[in-house]
């Protein structure tokens, strides 16, 4: 679902909503529950409205509103353990965007990351939306739809468990900053470069790219959000006229993760992004 690319990230829509001019602004609430700072990042969709901000900082417990226009797309991210160095330059040791500054400036996050991605007023007025862990993981995330439509398709996703404790000896990335500790969890494409893993060259379709034995790993315990490229059926949510709620670190029984059933989705209906795999 997302692309494992960080220096140019392609925004490209497999169907392009970006000249919808239809439909209502959205209230994005996003809320930092973990007991660490987070400073999420905002990357817009080729030829969409930018909303007010692409980089901020929560500190535990704080959240922040921000009016996303209509037909906006893009996705929001978090990043964990940052800091300015000497000559005010800012970077993060996980899903860093690489602007030097808080805000991301049209930047993507360099993976591992959890990702959350939205395509606003879609085919047939529909939002789409979802969480990967295509990139990897770094933070547990929920996406929480409020006041919207859609029966049970229009419903809370994401990943809620804690998988850097988890993660495979040869995924996981490690900050020594006195205590080592697992920050974030990469995934295998990002970890061993192999098309099988990445979807690409004669891997590059659905019929040829399948589960591995790592992503198995994030799906079993994120059953509802994207572990790799071509995931989509069991990935992909919608709803109609609803605000979102994006929660760091939710309770762990905030979220039931376990497999709910949902509609496919048909020919008309988009994937949030269309380049899903390595460089």
């Known amino acids: 679902m997302a ?17 919808f001019l239809g439909g209502n602004s959205a209230t994005f609430t996003i809320l930092n529950q973990c007991d660490y700072t987070v400073w999420p990042g905002l990357l817009s969709g080729a030829g969409t409205s930018q909303p ?4 901020f900082v929560l500190e535990k417990g704080q959240s922040n509103a921000i009016t996303m226009p209509p037909g906006w797309s893009g996705r929001i991210w978090g990043r964990t353990y940052c800091s300015q160095d000497a000559t005010g330059r800012f970077t993060c040791a996980t899903a860093d965007c690489g602007s030097g500054t808080v805000e991301c ?32 993981y770094n933070v547990p995330m929920l996406i929480t739809p409020q006041d919207g439509t859609g029966g049970g398709n229009c ?19 490690v ?9 974030a969890c990469k995934s295998a494409c990002e970890a061993f470069g192999d098309a099988q893993y990445c979807c690409s060259g004669e891997y590059g379709s659905p019929n040829t ?30 709803c109609t006229a609803a605000d979102y709620l ?3 670190c939710p309770p762990s029984d905030s979220y039931a993760e376990t497999r709910k059933p949902h ?7 988009p994937s949030v992004w269309v380049d899903r795999q390595c460089p």
């Open 3 to 19: 692309t494992m690319s960080h220096s140019v990230i392609s925004l490209l829509l497999s169907f392009s909503f970006s000249f």
């Open 52 to 55: 007010s901000t692409t980089g």
């Open 105 to 136: 400036n049209g930047n993507g996050a360099t993976p591992p990351a959890t990702l959350t991605e939205f395509t606003l007023n879609g085919a047939n007025g529909l939002d789409f939306y979802d969480v990967s862990l295509v990139d990897g």
């Open 155 to 173: 419903t809370t996703i994401g990943c809620a468990t804690d998988l850097n404790s988890e993660c495979p000896a040869e995924l996981r990335v």
């Open 175 to 183: 900050l020594s900053d006195g205590v080592e500790r697992s920050v």
């Open 209 to 238: 790219c399948r589960p591995s034995s790592y992503s198995q790993f994030f799906k079993s315990a994120c059953p509802h959000a994207y572990s790799y490229a071509y995931d989509d059926g069991t990935s992909t949510f919608t």
């Open 246 to 248: 994006i929660t760091f």
């Open 263 to 269: 509609g496919q989705r048909t020919a008309q209906e």
